[in-house]
């Protein structure tokens, strides 16, 4: 598979576990991964998925717009950016977002991220 649609793959199964049950997450994340939200630095993937279930809202719908990434580290690694919409239960208008993530190539050579910046735009959920 070429990283264009490796990358894509992930960023599809990472949002749509997102979406429908975020500490399903924690498959995604290792013990030395890293999430970086809205300046708030959160490390390991339990913490992480602590962090991201403990956000003001319980459902959400991501609308993703671009996915873009390159290789990048170690073989199979990549660097993903990804830009769209947050569609929050019960409200009207959706929110911008973007990521950048940090995937790499775990033991079981499935992918998991390493690291990840979230910046929501027009909100903030701290």
């Known amino acids: 598979m070429d990283p264009d649609q490796l990358a894509k793959a992930f960023v599809e199964h990472y949002y749509s576990t997102f979406d429908a049950n975020r500490a399903g997450l924690v498959s995604l994340y290792q013990d030395e991964s890293m999430l970086t939200f809205e300046g708030q630095k959160t490390q390991g993937s339990q913490n992480i998925v602590a962090k991201l ?28 950016f990804v830009s769209g919409n947050l569609q ?7 929110l911008k977002f973007s990521q950048g993530l940090v995937a790499l190539l775990g033991e079981s050579r499935a992918l998991f991220c390493r690291s990840s910046l979230i910046a929501v735009h027009s909100s903030s959920f701290k």
């Open 88 to 94: 929050l239960a019960g409200e009207q208008h959706a």
């Open 53 to 80: 279930t403990s956000l003001p809202f319980q459902q959400c719908q991501h609308g993703i717009t671009t996915v873009d990434c390159q290789p990048s580290g170690p073989a199979g690694g990549m660097l993903v």
